[in-house]
């Protein structure tokens, strides 16, 4: 009997196999459980592809590698023990495999980086929530936890759900099961399992974006662990659930194609779980709010002539994590896999999680996301895998329209008579003020919120006669709308980083709003309008939680007070950036933008954004601006000339001018700009 984790090649299996109950494969004895699983013989290869729970002994003298986490899990008891042993201590802290178990439960252990000597250990907690979507009762619950348990903030995250910093041990189930009765959940929010599936927060009422969000609940369902550890261990056993749809419950239960892990309280995951987190995203076409392409799955919404949805696009192989001077790691786009009815998208999605569960790698954390099967492999043989699992071949992707990123922000109508608004939270921290007016209005008017990927809030279902009232309440607790907050700030993420997070570097949140306002000083500097922008995001560490990898101007920590600068994103987050300066020292960034931003000023094309700027232009010729740098050249004196000796030239300059929205005074003064300098340049 064999198996191999992260192998590109298949292995051939015993039709039966003897496994202890919850300890995975180690001796056979007695009371072994027989687990008979069919076997799929396809013509094209001359192998067989079963499900397999645990890493067992190979055949061979030469045992597989596994991570420490891997053996964590298998000895687990399905993600109980030893973190059950380890909360009712008196020490404030768990040990080294509690500290991994807990994260299926959707917590963090971490302490605070800015104290000296004993170290005071907290909790972070994460919710999950698809699609964003935040009942009243829970927004509420979670406001209260907060000031009762917390540290008097919520975190809106990246991924449109809430992170609840600074729980004590003692604390934790309190916490937990207050957020369980009120019908939420932080099971699978962090861990090696699917994570919160993301959809539009846009509480439209058109058959798009509902079927979206339709869909996006029912694959979070589907990937939600079965075996009832998460209620266990936080309120007894008692399972608090709405009913399952028979679709979700059909599609997890069939094996036709052995998907499937029989008579296992894990039919999907067995006892090793998947190799790594595991990240979807589905939307609907033109709509990139989820960035779409940096999921292990992104999920793209096809309708026909009549804006009915007939089934989707699948993309796969996205994610953001890497490590530093690693060139073997690398964040990477999800790539087009194919087509399906929407009557299938369930079953396709499990297809590509068990391609993965079976072959990701489980040696070296690493490189265990679906991206680097994926580059191991490429498309064709991964989607010749997927379809085994499917049952199906897969159809050539539909075209699409071209993608743009929606915010979501200001006042829009839902389509069923009610209103949404979208709010902007810098860095997605609530508190203070903001808090307290959010909760009074949420309250008040008893109305349900959803959490965007941007970090941001939606309040929804608001009846028109309630938006004057509510529009004085925000305005008064410094929620503005989107046209009186700086664009910069629109845009920009950044992840909690110092002091909670453990990975990381060097600031991330608490110093973006600083950072910001270099970026803008340096935009007036050059002379950039206020109304023009770009994306920045900014990260503590290389794991890139607030995807900087796609940011125009994206900020990685690499050392104490240093950044890693990365370009060449695009505003609709469909081109992924590229690293441009290592070590760049905090107080050193003007060196750095003030050439990029005057070059990108002066030599773009018409409406060209930054991010594509720098591409264009490319990194060798940007570096040798940065490195040539010496400042803004002194302008010459202008003189009130007549810039045109005859009506034919201006006409001409005029046409040329519109092309890249200037006039023709302002292109003129252009190429005698430019004309001047070359002339200098070619004195040197």
């Known amino acids: 009997m064999t198996t191999s984790f992260g192998a590109s090649n298949f292995t051939i299996f015993e039709p039966k196999i003897k496994i202890h109950s919850f300890n995975g494969l180690k001796s056979i004895s007695s009371n072994a459980l027989f687990l008979t699983k069919r076997l799929h013989v396809y013509p094209h290869r001359s192998s067989l592809i079963r499900a397999v729970s645990t890493p067992v002994k190979p055949?061979?003298?030469?045992?597989?590698?596994?991570?420490?986490?891997?053996?964590?899990?298998?000895?687990?008891?399905?993600?109980?023990?030893?973190?059950?042993?380890?909360?009712?201590?008196?020490?404030?802290?768990?040990?080294?495999?509690?500290?991994?178990?807990?994260?299926?439960?959707?917590?963090?252990?971490?302490?605070?980086?800015?104290?000296?000597?004993?170290?005071?250990?907290?909790?972070?907690?994460?919710?999950?929530?698809p699609c964003g979507k935040v009942s009243n009762q829970l927004y509420l619950a979670m406001d209260d936890l907060a000031d009762q348990f917390g540290i008097g903030t919520l975190r809106l995250t990246t991924r449109q759900t809430f992170q609840l910093h600074g729980v004590l041990k003692k604390d934790l189930k309190t916490v937990m099961s207050t957020i369980i009765r009120c019908m939420g959940s932080t099971l699978g929010a962090c861990g090696d399992l699917n994570r919160n599936v993301l959809a539009p927060p846009a509480p439209f009422a058109r058959k798009d974006y509902l079927f979206a969000q339709q869909t996006a609940e029912n694959i979070a369902?589907?990937?939600?662990?079965?075996?009832?550890f998460y209620y266990d261990m936080w309120v007894d056993g008692e399972r608090i659930m709405t009913a399952e749809p028979p679709e979700v419950t059909k599609a997890r239960n069939d094996n036709s194609h052995g998907t499937n892990f029989p008579d296992s309280p894990e039919p999907i995951y067995g006892t090793q779980f998947l190799p790594?987190?595991?990240?979807?995203?589905?939307?609907?076409?033109?709509?990139?709010?989820?960035?779409?392409?940096?999921?292990?799955?992104?999920?793209?919404?096809?309708?026909?002539?009549?804006?009915?949805?007939?089934g989707f696009n699948l993309y796969v192989g996205g994610g953001m994590g890497r490590t530093h001077r690693l060139e073997s790691t690398f964040p990477r786009l999800a790539e087009p896999l194919g087509y399906v009815p929407k009557e299938d998208i369930l079953y396709a999605v499990k297809a590509i999680v068990v391609t993965q569960r079976e072959n990701g790698r489980?040696?070296?954390?690493?490189?265990?996301?679906?991206?680097?099967?994926?580059?191991?492999?490429?498309?064709?043989?991964?989607?010749?895998?997927?379809?085994?699992?499917?049952?199906?071949?897969?159809?050539?992707?539909?075209?699409?329209?071209?993608?743009?990123?929606?915010?979501?922000?200001?006042?829009?109508?839902?389509?069923?008579?009610?209103?949404?608004?979208?709010?902007?939270?810098?860095?997605?921290?609530?508190?203070?003020?903001?808090?307290?007016?959010?909760?009074?209005?949420?309250?008040?008017?008893?109305?349900?919120?959803?959490?965007?990927?941007?970090q941001n809030i939606v309040l929804c279902d608001i009846r028109p006669a309630w938006k004057r009232p509510i529009t004085t309440a925000l305005a008064q607790g410094g929620l503005l709308q989107p046209r009186y907050v700086d664009p910069l700030n629109i845009t920009a993420m950044a992840c909690p980083a110092l002091p909670l997070c453990p990975l990381a570097?060097?600031?991330?949140?608490?110093?973006?709003?600083?950072?910001?306002?270099?970026?803008?000083?340096?935009?007036?500097?050059?002379?950039?309008?206020?109304?023009?922008?770009?994306?920045?995001?900014?990260?503590?560490?290389?794991?890139?939680?607030?995807?900087?990898?796609?940011?125009?101007?994206?900020?990685?920590?690499?050392?104490?007070?240093?950044?890693?600068?990365?370009?060449g994103g695009t505003p609709n987050q469909t081109t992924i950036a590229r690293s441009f300066m290592d070590r760049?020292?905090?107080?050193?960034?003007?060196?750095?933008?003030?050439?990029?931003?005057?070059?990108?000023?002066?030599?773009?094309?018409?409406?060209?954004?930054?991010?594509?700027?720098?591409?264009?232009?490319?990194?060798?010729?940007?570096?040798?601006?940065?490195?040539?740098?010496?400042?803004?050249?002194?302008?010459?004196?202008?003189?009130?000339?007549?810039?045109?000796?005859?009506?034919?030239?201006?006409?001409?300059?005029?046409?040329?001018?519109?092309?890249?929205?200037?006039?023709?005074?302002?292109?003129?003064?252009?190429?005698?700009?430019?004309?001047i300098a070359s002339q200098q340049n070619g004195s040197e």
């Open 59 to 129: 055949v061979t003298s030469v045992e597989t590698k596994r991570s420490k986490v891997e053996i964590i899990k298998e000895h687990s008891n399905f993600i109980r023990y030893p973190l059950n042993e380890e909360l009712v201590t008196e020490a404030p802290n768990i040990n080294e495999a509690a500290t991994q178990l807990i994260k299926f439960h959707g917590s963090y252990q971490q302490y605070n980086r800015d104290e000296r000597g004993t170290r005071s250990y907290s909790f972070m907690l994460r919710t999950k929530n």
């Open 221 to 228: 369902v589907l990937l939600t662990p079965q075996s009832g």
């Open 276 to 310: 790594r987190k595991f990240k979807i995203a589905v939307t609907v076409p033109t709509d990139n709010s989820v960035d779409l392409f940096t999921n292990d799955i992104g999920v793209a919404v096809v309708s026909d002539e009549d804006g009915e949805p007939k």
């Open 362 to 454: 489980r040696d070296d954390r690493k490189y265990s996301r679906m991206k680097y099967l994926l580059s191991s492999w490429g498309i064709e043989k991964f989607r010749s895998v997927v379809e085994q699992y499917y049952g199906k071949k897969f159809e050539p992707c539909h075209e699409l329209p071209e993608w743009e990123f929606k915010s979501h922000l200001g006042w829009h109508e839902q389509g069923d008579g009610a209103l949404f608004c979208g709010l902007h939270v810098d860095n997605g921290r609530i508190k203070g003020v903001m808090k307290k007016t959010l909760r009074e209005i949420i309250e008040k008017y008893n109305l349900n919120v959803r959490i965007t990927a941007n």
């Open 505 to 567: 570097i060097t600031e991330a949140e608490r110093g973006t709003p600083d950072l910001l306002k270099r970026v803008r000083a340096v935009f007036e500097t050059v002379g950039l309008k206020y109304s023009e922008s770009l994306v920045v995001r900014v990260t503590g560490c290389p794991n890139g939680c607030a995807r900087p990898y796609m940011a125009e101007l994206g900020f990685v920590g690499d050392g104490p007070n240093s950044y890693q600068i990365w370009l």
């Open 584 to 675: 760049v020292k905090i107080q050193e960034l003007e060196k750095v933008m003030e050439p990029l931003f005057y070059n990108w000023k002066r030599k773009r094309q018409s409406k060209e954004s930054f991010g594509d700027f720098t591409n264009r232009t490319g990194f060798e010729k940007l570096k040798e601006m940065v490195d040539k740098w010496e400042g803004i050249p002194e302008a010459s004196p202008r003189y009130n000339l007549k810039l045109f000796v005859d009506r034919e030239t201006y006409e001409a300059m005029d046409v040329l001018a519109k092309l890249q929205d200037k006039s023709a005074d302002q292109l003129a003064m252009e190429v005698i700009d430019n004309f």
